[in-house]
């Protein structure tokens, strides 16, 4: 068995999230350890320079934004190599993440009309991440997978049939936008809507509360595992 390290200042339960997740430690309980964490930031990070690099090669509109890159010729050059490292980000990302991530039985049941109906029931069964939240995950893989495609046709635009380029520029955009209205609303989410969550991503610690709300079934499974 690990041992955690008491220093003066430090949350024990921090120091564990180092490089253990799913325990509790006092009144938190690590949810996601150092390196789930730095996946996770890294998605966030790539594709942020995806965004302000592209922005401006999309339109006008955002042209102030190629300044901060040393111009709209600089952005170009640089957002095929941001949108490889987005890709395999995400990439990386998915195959560490992949088991929890797993639809359950129940969890495909209740998309749909059910998720409606069936909230109290839904809520739960909520294991460490709900079925909305397994949803957007395979979702990012999914635009990852369509934004690589769609934008080496459009780096290599000689080599393409000019149908084939109109449609991965059409694919493009359209993930694009919804990427864009997608991480606005995670953030929300994971802000001003859930408080407690953004730290699970800092920390790599939450509240026993917080857990007992938010992800019944995965707080009781914890505390079962304690006992």
């Not at 209740?110 to 397994?134: C, D, F």
């Not at 080599?159 to 493009?172: S, T």
């Not at 920390?203 to 079962?224: C, S």
């Amino acid at each position: 068995m690990s041992v955690v390290r008491h220093e003066p200042g430090l949350d024990p339960g921090v120091l564990r999230a180092q490089r253990a997740e799913d325990v509790v430690v006092g009144e938190v309980i690590v949810r996601h350890k150092l390196s789930s964490r730095v996946i996770h930031w890294a998605v966030a990070l790539t594709f942020f320079l995806c965004l302000f690099t592209g922005l401006p090669i999309w339109t006008p509109v955002f042209a102030w934004m190629d300044a901060f890159f040393g111009g709209l010729s600089v952005c170009r050059v640089l957002h095929p190599y941001f949108g490889f490292a987005f890709t395999l980000a995400v990439a990386v990302m998915f195959f560490d993440w992949l088991k929890d991530m797993r639809m359950t039985k129940e969890e495909r049941s209740w998309i749909g009309p059910k998720l409606m109906t069936r909230v109290e029931e839904h809520i739960s069964e909520t294991g460490k991440y709900n079925a909305g939240q397994k949803l957007y995950f395979f979702g990012v893989a999914l635009g990852a997978v369509g934004t690589l495609v769609s934008g080496l046709v459009m780096f290599l635009p000689d080599d393409a049939p000019r149908l084939l380029r109109e449609a991965a520029i059409l694919l493009h955009d359209v993930t694009f936008i919804v990427f864009a209205v997608s991480v606005i609303v995670h953030i929300y989410l994971s802000t001003a809507a859930e408080p407690g969550t953004f730290e699970s991503m800092t920390k790599g610690t939450v509240t026993r509360p917080w857990a007992r709300f938010h992800h019944p079934r995965w707080f009781r499974d914890l505390m079962g595992r304690r006992g």
